[in-house]
């Protein structure tokens, strides 16, 4: 058996040698805050998928939601599983398109890094705590940067800020753009699959046309719109969809929104959520010094260390905590 020692120099020749001309080569990343010696073996784009994939943060993702709420049953997406789904579904797409697949993988992985528990419930309940709008894609950069300070090459850091299709500009990178397309596929093909497994919905509920579109829900649908993504990018020589195959998809997403993700039941869930998140925040900012030490990187900023420490926490763990400390003791 003969093996070849691969060097971070001869994978770089291989990004110059292989990748499209649009392609983000490593050995020109704008760098990182902090200037390290290079790897021996793995490029820069590596090494960030790496320090993510070790992260504290992204183990805690395991526990926390996608769609449903502590769901009984073990094949329900959980946030973690979902990631893994983005970040699948991103390389298959920036290797049919000669994109960096490694800076492809690293962004998908760390796009919902900064995630608070209770999906994007939690958002709403820690948003009146901030100015402006608290946001999982911002804050996921302040989580591998400040919390837990992974020094992120520029690219990446970009890309998860940048991952939310609601923040502007675009991504600077074109797997920035791949990861954004990626996050869309993957949640609404394994969405509608929970949603099934749940009763909430019928794949037959799901509009007739939209299946003709896309085919069944799960991998028929994944195949289908990582194909429109490819076949749309190459002539148009950047990241995009069809117009007429991007407005199918977002009805889809609205379809999703309305039957799904917004329901009566799914409405009572989220108040609960709301309240225990906020009032997790305001106990903390009441008890500073119960905030572990990890989130308090400034003296005096109570509210933030706060609103660090609850968005990092695992559902299971903020219910916990509220629980020790609302619940009546000997009530149950």
């Avoid at 526990?63 to 599983?81: A, E, I, M, S, Y």
């Avoid at 003709?212 to 749309?232: L, Q």
Wanted: charged share 30%.
């Amino acid at each position: 058996m003969q093996l070849h020692r691969r060097t971070r120099e001869f994978r770089e020749q291989d990004e110059e040698r292989l990748l499209a001309p649009a392609a983000t080569r490593s050995a020109r990343s704008r760098g990182r805050a902090i200037e390290e010696p290079a790897d021996p073996y793995r490029t820069a784009f590596e090494r960030d998928r790496d320090r993510i994939l070790h992260a504290k943060a992204f183990r805690r993702l395991k526990h926390k939601t996608q769609v449903f709420l502590n769901p009984d049953g073990d094949h329900f997406v959980t946030r973690l599983t979902h990631t893994l789904h983005v970040a699948q579904v991103g390389r298959s797409i920036a290797a049919s398109l000669g994109l960096n697949e490694a800076l492809t993988e690293a962004i998908c992985l760390g796009h919902d890094i900064g995630h608070a528990p209770f999906g994007h419930t939690g958002e709403e309940a820690l948003t009146p705590y901030v100015e402006g709008e608290w946001q999982h894609a911002v804050h996921g950069v302040r989580v591998v940067s400040v919390l837990e300070p992974l020094n992120l090459s520029w690219e990446v850091l970009d890309g998860i800020r940048q991952s939310s299709w609601r923040n502007a500009p675009a991504p600077s990178t074109p797997e920035g753009m791949v990861c954004r397309f990626a996050d869309r596929i993957a949640y609404l093909a394994h969405d509608v699959q929970d949603a099934v497994r749940a009763g909430v919905v019928d794949i037959d509920d799901v509009p007739a046309h939209l299946r003709r579109t896309f085919g069944p829900p799960g991998r028929a649908w994944i195949e289908t719109m990582v194909g429109d993504v490819v076949d749309a990018s190459v002539p148009a020589g950047q990241v995009t969809m069809d117009p007429a195959r991007l407005e199918s998809m977002t009805e889809l997403r609205t379809w999703m929104f309305d039957h799904v993700y917004l329901r009566e039941e799914a409405r009572e869930h989220s108040s609960r959520a709301v309240r225990v998140i906020r009032d997790l925040v305001d106990h903390f900012v009441a008890h500073p010094g119960e905030v572990p030490d990890d989130y308090r990187v400034v003296e005096g900023e109570f509210t933030q260390a706060a609103v660090d420490y609850v968005a990092g926490m695992s559902d299971k763990y903020a219910m916990r905590r509220h629980d020790e400390l609302y619940r009546p003791a000997g009530l149950y």
